[in-house]
């Protein structure tokens, strides 16, 4: 029942987002199951952490399961982007992470936040495609013109209130900050991306990568060291 679960492609598939809420994955659907309906207000947000709520879908809930599916399908759908940098990839891979969530879910302890989890998870599965496909596509291969997965926006289609120079400029430091980043050692290419793109904290990164704050902090400074040393024609 996996992929049925999740919409039969949440991502892009046949069906949309209300197939998921049609399968009980709505505000309503969640209350009435004892889910927070986080339409209501921060207090119930608070009520029941996404631990909690793993913990249901551990024990046969779909509902709770559905509810994670929709609260982390665009920070997963962004995290995978950011290293792929296809939105179709970006798509599969990140119902692939909620595939391996699911299959893994009678393993789940919340000896951990729930995102430490997902993240693990998703890293191995970014890492692994990183790995297997830096043969099959071209390095610095840009496409300046597709949306942000996270915001949906396209900041980088022409302004007019800068002249063709000054988008020229900021297109190439675009495509520079993009292979350079690339181009860090994995671990640190993963370090950059969730500190810098998905605003995690150094807490919550090194727990994803099982350091110590110290150790991720020097991973994240010798990271930004390096990406200000080859950037800074563009700084």
Not at 124 to 139: I, K, M, Q
Request: proline fraction near 3%.
């Amino acid at each position: 029942m996996d992929r049925g679960l999740l919409g039969g492609g949440f991502l892009g598939g046949n069906r949309s987002d209300r197939d998921l809420s049609d399968r009980g994955s709505s505000d309503r659907g969640l209350s009435d199951r004892g889910l927070p309906n986080f339409a209501s207000g921060a207090n119930s947000a608070e009520a029941v952490s996404d631990a909690d709520v793993m913990l249901r879908a551990k024990a046969g809930d779909e509902a709770a399961f559905s509810y994670l599916v929709q609260k982390y399908r665009r920070p997963m759908v962004g995290f995978m982007f950011r290293f792929c940098h296809n939105p179709s990839a970006a798509e599969e891979l990140a119902q692939e992470v909620f595939l391996r969530v699911y299959r893994s879910r009678t393993t789940y302890e919340a000896s951990a936040k729930f995102t430490t989890w997902l993240y693990r998870i998703a890293t191995n599965l970014a890492v692994n495609y990183a790995r297997d496909t830096r043969h099959e596509r071209p390095e610095n291969t840009v496409r300046l013109d597709e949306p942000d997965q996270e915001t949906g926006t396209t900041p980088d289609l022409a302004d007019d209130a800068i002249s063709a120079e000054e988008q020229l400029l900021k297109r190439e430091r675009l495509a520079a900050i993009r292979s350079k980043v690339n181009a860090l050692p994995e671990r640190q290419r993963v370090a950059v991306v969730m500190h810098k793109y998905q605003q995690m904290d150094y807490r919550e990164i090194a727990a994803v990568l099982k350091l110590s704050e110290s150790a991720t902090k020097s991973l994240l400074f010798r990271a930004y060291e390096t990406l200000r040393e080859q950037l800074k024609e563009f700084i």
